[in-house]
């Protein structure tokens, strides 16, 4: 659907930009580097195979603007697509249960498991405003305890001090009643890894897991730690109902091609990452910063990036030229700004501020945007260049021979001319003419 619209678009962008397509040859190349950038990033081979495909779906046969080679536009392509597979719908963590609410931190030996769960007090009681205690069930560990004492004293948040020292699901229990009535809203529950995946750590979780029902299980994972990643995270979820992954020392070598895999390779939402050792060093799962990190192409992106800028400004510039010239705000300019402004996801906002929009209520904002955008171009297509110039001499023959020619109803033609009216109206006001504050004018 959306190719037929590009074309009609392009017809317009191209009076302001020259563009070319992606093609299987001109491609090659850089695809070759993305492969070898996802390998270094030890991104697994089955993951990387697959990435591949999707991506030449997706770009041969793109059209591109030519202040970009091909490569570049791939590697935009590239891009998008990484941060796509590793977004996440669910990267919040769940508190909507009666309080407290119990989060059980689980992971292997080493991977941060500690360290993170101190950093998650800090940023809960900060950020989310919560009261929190931390509580720790290893047993196994020497000092392990007392490493969560220490940190939990740093970062200032509640301690629970365990009576006994020797059965975890006592300590649990014990901490479960001392809760009671003291208004906690969350309880981190710190937990005992073992080097290797082991059947004694999973019964030992999973009686835990049983006792707590904690609303969050998350599960630490060293960036370093490469391809085993899924077969860990399978492991235990074979056994406990994993609902977060926290990925830590993305701060270190790795290039964090990891995260890629987990997503692909299991589906887990990755919900923190760990950036460095100290109590302050976590952050929410960054799907950008992590692709560009995978790609490890920085300059290039960073290139890319200040080309597209210079284009826009471009694109800006000439019809902020237009306007300051005088010249009348026409039906072109207007296909050109819906595009603009579509592009930041604008144009359900500006339907929604204006009357007869019933024909386009209950859809989907996406399909909303590329129907509004198909259905406006298409009728402005249709129209002859004295109506395009002049449409106030638009009237009910006219537009039953647009609405036929364009393939849409009287009724769009009208809430087109609706919108292009009350645009027009704002460029007279926004001396400027620039983009941002039009759009900034359209939402207020
Ligand atoms: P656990 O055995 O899984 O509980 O691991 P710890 O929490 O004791 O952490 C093991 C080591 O990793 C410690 O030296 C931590 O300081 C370090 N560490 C944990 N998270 C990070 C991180 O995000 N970045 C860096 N650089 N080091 C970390």
Do not use: W
């Amino acid at each position: 659907m959306f190719n037929t619209l590009t074309e009609h678009l392009n017809k317009i962008l191209n009076k302001i930009s020259n563009t070319g397509r992606l093609t299987e040859q001109n491609i090659q190349n850089t695809l070759r580097e993305v492969r070898t950038a996802l390998l270094e990033a030890d991104v697994s081979l089955e993951v990387i195979k697959n990435f591949i495909e999707k991506v030449k779906l997706q770009s041969i046969g793109k059209k591109f603007n030519k202040e970009l080679t091909p490569g570049q536009e791939l590697i935009k392509v590239v891009k998008q697509e990484l941060i796509n597979c590793m977004k996440n719908t669910n990267e919040h963590l769940n508190f909507s249960t009666i309080p407290p609410a119990i989060i059980l931190m689980v992971g292997l030996q080493g991977m941060g498991k500690t360290t993170t769960t101190a950093k998650l007090g800090k940023y809960i009681q900060k950020n989310k405003k919560k009261k929190v205690l931390l509580v720790s069930l290893d047993i196994h560990r020497p000092a392990a305890i007392e490493q969560l004492k220490v940190l939990s004293e740093q970062i200032q948040v509640d301690f629970f001090s365990p009576l006994t020292i020797h059965n975890p699901l006592q300590i649990a229990q014990d901490a479960l009643s001392y809760v009671k009535n003291k208004m906690y809203e969350v309880i981190i529950f710190d937990t005992a890894g073992r080097l290797h995946v082991n059947e004694n750590m999973m019964k030992e979780l999973n009686q835990i897991y049983n006792s707590i029902s904690p609303i969050e299980t998350l599960l630490t994972i060293d960036a370093m730690i490469g391809q085993d990643a899924h077969n860990i995270i399978n492991q235990f979820s074979k056994n406990i109902n994993i609902t977060g992954i926290v990925i830590t020392k993305i701060d270190g070598n790795a290039r964090a091609g990891v995260a890629l895999s987990i997503k692909e390779m299991t589906g887990k939402p990755i919900k923190f990452m760990g950036i460095g050792e100290k109590v302050d060093d976590i952050e929410a799962f960054n799907p950008e910063k992590i692709a560009n990190r995978i790609l490890g192409m920085g300059d290039t992106i960073s290139i890319i990036e200040e080309i597209e800028r210079k284009i826009t400004k471009k694109q800006s510039h000439n019809l902020k030229k237009k306007i300051n010239s005088g010249k009348k705000f026409t039906l072109n300019d207007f296909l050109i700004h819906i595009t603009e402004i579509n592009k930041s996801g604008g144009i359900v906002n500006l339907i929604n501020r204006l009357p007869q929009n019933d024909v386009l209520k209950n859809q989907s904002p996406n399909s909303m945007n590329n129907n509004i955008l198909k259905k406006f171009s298409a009728i402005i297509q249709s129209m002859n260049h004295t109506e395009k110039m002049d449409p106030d001499i638009i009237k009910s023959s006219r537009k039953k021979r647009i609405a036929l020619g364009s393939g849409t109803k009287v009724q769009d033609i009208n809430i087109m001319l609706k919108q292009f009216l009350y645009l027009q109206n704002i460029m007279k006001k926004v001396k400027t003419g620039n983009i941002k504050s039009i759009f900034e004018n359209i939402k207020n």
